[in-house]
């Protein structure tokens, strides 16, 4: 079950490395999600740090529930733009490493 748990942290700091790099780089999808949603851009460079942040953060010990609790909201954000430019099944999809995330922090919460 630990080497289950392992890959799920594993696959999350890349998908929250990957989400927040295409964020800061402003990716055109980025950018046309942003609009759409009526959102300034400027909120591209916060938003994808936070999710690279969580991503490092993730990766030691002892920052762990920091950088879970940075991807979750990073991912949670996500969403609700995702939702807002009205794309609900993708939206429903991408609250799954939110839920992942959550159950990281109970499960590292229970160990210690």
Wanted: hydrophobic residues 60%; aromatic residues 10%; without cysteine.
């Amino acid at each position: 079950m630990r080497v289950i748990w392992m890959m799920a942290l594993v696959a999350l700091v890349f998908m929250s490395l990957a989400a927040g790099g295409a964020k800061v780089f402003r990716m055109p999808q980025e950018i046309a999600f942003f609009e759409s949603a009526g959102l300034a851009l400027a909120w591209l460079y916060p938003l994808g740090g936070a999710q690279i942040a969580g991503g490092i953060l993730s990766t030691i010990p002892k920052s762990r529930k920091i950088g879970l609790t940075l991807m979750g909201l990073g991912f949670l954000v996500s969403t609700i733009v995702i939702f807002m430019v009205g794309q609900f099944g993708f939206a429903l999809i991408s609250l799954l490493p939110v839920v992942v995330s959550v159950l990281l922090i109970l499960r590292d919460n229970a160990q210690n």
